[in-house]
DNA sequence: GTCACGTGTAAGTTTCAACTGACACGTGAA
DNA sequence: TTCACGTGTCAGTTGAAACTTACACGTGAC
């Protein structure tokens, strides 16, 4: 499951974790889940902002949210991390980059 | 030497890997090393981009150049990658981020 | 009804990485 | 002396990511 993973995924994960606050948040998130106001107030940024950078994360795998409804009748965004583990060495990148693919060749579906 | 690692220092490598053509080129490197316009032409990039990257890789240690004087007497500039290895998991990101240096505090030696 | 707290998202700005094109310099060979 | 090939770097453009502000909506408590 871990070994299959294409280059473009390993690029996307790399891109989604290039970052502090997404850093940050799979950190936060992995002591404890939390629904995205409390992240936010915990975090110390703003909500907005978070809500990009978990979208980011979830886009990617590297989270999951899921709806829940609180004591208080609040629909609440639950997030929580996924459970990955990924190895960065120069045998693996030259594995990952025989299954990357190009955006500059005419053959694909590109505009050309 | 691979535990120790700052958070910081993961991020920028982190950074660094997020970019298709670095991936490509630390592949490239792997299989053999090369001198600047020799891989420019393997890779199709131009020159300066791929003395940008390069630049961006060196950097953060991921790859490592040195100067050489080939038999006609060009001076040329050869690439081989670092032998780098490190893991990304929950706990690795949660243990590094502990060392993550925020930048939006004014306790240190940004303007303020 | 209005406040406090939760959700989502759209619009606009800003910031920065990525990229191109051009210049400068050095060498050996024709 | 000019060409082919190597090096390095800078100035300028561009496009995407990051971020802020603001709006819209829903609920239970006061």
Same mark, same amino acid.
């Given at each position: 499951m871990t070994d299959d993973r294409t280059g473009d995924q390993l690029l996307k994960m790399l891109t989604a974790l290039a970052n502090p606050h997404r850093l940050r948040i799979l950190a936060a998130l992995h002591e404890r889940q939390a629904y995205v106001s409390e992240l936010a107030r915990e975090l110390e940024m703003s909500r907005p902002l978070l809500h990009? =950078?978990?979208?980011t994360l979830e886009k990617v795998g590297l989270v999951v949210g899921r =709806?829940?409804?609180?004591a208080e009748g609040k629909a609440l965004r639950y997030f929580e991390v996924a459970d990955f583990d990924e190895q960065l060495s120069p045998e693996r990148i030259t594995e990952a980059v025989k299954t990357l693919s190009r955006h500059d060749e005419p053959d694909g579906k590109a505009k050309r």
């Amino acid at each position: 499951m871990t070994d299959d993973r294409t280059g473009d995924q390993l690029l996307k994960m790399l891109t989604a974790l290039a970052n502090p606050h997404r850093l940050r948040i799979l950190a936060a998130l992995h002591e404890r889940q939390a629904y995205v106001s409390e992240l936010a107030r915990e975090l110390e940024m703003s909500r907005p902002l978070l809500h990009m =950078h978990l979208q980011t994360l979830e886009k990617v795998g590297l989270v999951v949210g899921r =709806h829940e409804v609180s004591a208080e009748g609040k629909a609440l965004r639950y997030f929580e991390v996924a459970d990955f583990d990924e190895q960065l060495s120069p045998e693996r990148i030259t594995e990952a980059v025989k299954t990357l693919s190009r955006h500059d060749e005419p053959d694909g579906k590109a505009k050309r």
